[in-house]
Nanobody, 125 residues
Framework: QVQLVESGGGSVQAGGSLRLSCVGS????????MGWFRQAPGKEREGVAS???????SYADSVKGRWTISKDNDKETLDLEMNALTPEDSGMYYC???????????????????WGQGTRVTVSS
């Protein structure tokens, strides 16, 4: 049974930082591509960061230079260090796992087969 469990969400003031973590288990890929997605109320789910099996990272333009994605293959954990948060970063954040490779693109939701339940991030101005 696949499980992806996120943690680390919360409330923070603009300019602050949060670190999200995800622990995964049970998926069939030996070295999956892992991603973080967010969904704000009334908006579509968007990919914000991903890291593939070879360490290749991708970031949405809106978070480049502010956030860092990392993973520990042995522990099957995925982290997202979020700095310089703004109210526009608020939303539900989801961890996802999918097959490695360049297609579908790393920040496209269709690439990922497994999803966590999400953790909420609220950034106040």
């Amino acid at each position: 049974q696949v499980q992806l469990v996120e943690s680390g969400g919360g409330s923070v003031q603009a300019g602050g930082s949060l670190r999200l973590s995800c622990v995964g288990s049970g998926y069939t890929y030996s070295r999956p591509c892992m991603g973080w997605f967010r969904q704000a109320p009334g908006k579509e789910r968007e990919g914000v960061a991903s890291i593939d099996s070879d360490g290749t990272t991708s970031y949405a333009d809106s978070v480049k230079g502010r956030w860092t994605i990392s993973k520990d293959n042995d522990k099957e954990t995925l982290d997202l260090e979020m700095n310089a948060l703004t109210p526009e970063d608020s939303g539900m954040y989801y961890c996802a796992a999918g097959p490695s490779g360049f297609t579908p693109a790393h920040l496209q939701a269709q690439k990922y087969h497994y999803w966590g339940q999400g953790t909420r991030v609220t950034v106040s101005s």
